[in-house]
């Protein structure tokens, strides 16, 4: 028999506004540890250097985390034009310099050709798997890596302040999978100036806000105490973007057992992805078909 693993079977949401420091995974471990939760994981890694969301789903909300990860998400950051450096970010070290800077008008204009559908080349060091290696401990080592590109949709890309002629801050909404760092470097590229980012926040990540969110203090303030369960968001929080489909109670016990529950249809499209609810609890995530929803995801409550 398996060793059943130890802490309290509770389900949710706990948002984090993330420091400079530690890593995401880091973070996960001090709210587990906090909660005295038996399963937890996050959605969407930030670099260690990184602020903002980091949502953290604990227990049954873990199979809700592919919805987070494809969502939108938005992020702040600044670019320090005038060098390259191996890491794309202030850490690294400075590859390459120039003396040009440019104009804030050649700003906005490059930006456009770097929303929409785009194509991206990973930082060297990220944790992309080349040969089943991620890509920061090989180039750790000294190799010299060609990374594919990836496509990437942008949705938004803004010059939000200049702060001086070395700097500026720009705001970017996009999909999944982009790199920040990498952006920052092919928009310097593009300008003929070179560039790096200095700092990096993301502000929203799916229907989770960075200003909702609490800071490592207070997790350690209020760990192992009721208050901080307070602060946890239903596990539904993170199936906001997709319609939600209310089910009787037959329907519920057939999608509990893994099996196509009949749900009250609304404008759902034959296909579409969605969830059934029951009693204001979700019960399944699955596909619309002809009045029922076939589940792939099951929550266990």
Not at 81 to 109: C, H, K, L, M, Y
Not at 203 to 213: H, L, N, R, T, V
Not at 237 to 255: M, S, W, Y
Request: hydrophobic letters at 40%.
């Amino acid at each position: 028999m398996a060793r059943r693993k130890k802490g309290r079977d509770i389900s949710g949401w706990l948002v984090i506004d993330k420091p400079a420091g530690p890593t995401s995974t880091a973070v996960v471990n001090k709210v587990r540890w906090a909660l005295d939760a038996r399963k937890a994981g996050h959605a969407g890694t930030l670099d260690p250097e990184a602020t903002g969301v980091l949502a953290v789903a604990l227990g049954e909300a873990t199979k809700t985390v592919p919805f987070i990860t494809d969502a939108l998400k938005a992020y702040e950051f600044t670019v320090r034009f005038g060098a390259a450096t191996n890491t794309d970010d202030a850490q690294g070290e400075v590859i390459a310099t120039s003396d040009a800077r440019p104009a804030d008008d050649d700003i906005r204009a490059a930006l456009d050709g770097f929303t929409g559908d785009i194509m991206q080349v990973p930082p060297q060091f990220s944790a992309v798997k080349i040969d089943g290696e991620r890509a920061y401990h090989l180039a750790r080592e000294g190799e010299e890596l060609e990374l594919a590109a990836r496509p990437l949709w942008v949705d938004e890309l803004v010059l939000i302040e200049r702060p001086d002629a070395d700097h500026a801050v720009l705001r970017m909404v996009c999909g999944k999978g982009g790199y920040v760092r990498a952006l920052a470097r092919d928009l310097g590229e593009a300008l003929g100036c070179l560039g790096h980012v200095t700092q990096l926040r993301r502000i929203w990540s799916g229907p989770f806000d960075a200003e909702d969110g609490i800071t490592m203090e207070t997790l350690e303030r209020l760990a192992r105490s009721p208050e901080l369960d307070t602060h946890l968001l239903p596990l539904e929080a993170g199936l906001a973007d997709l319609p939600e489909l209310p089910c009787t109670a037959e329907g519920a016990a057939r999608l509990r057992n893994g099996n196509p529950g009949m749900v009250l249809a609304s404008d759902v499209e034959y296909g579409e992805e969605a969830w059934a609810s029951h009693g204001g609890q979700a019960i399944a995530v699955g596909r619309y078909r002809a009045g029922e929803l076939h589940p792939s995801r099951v929550f266990n409550r």
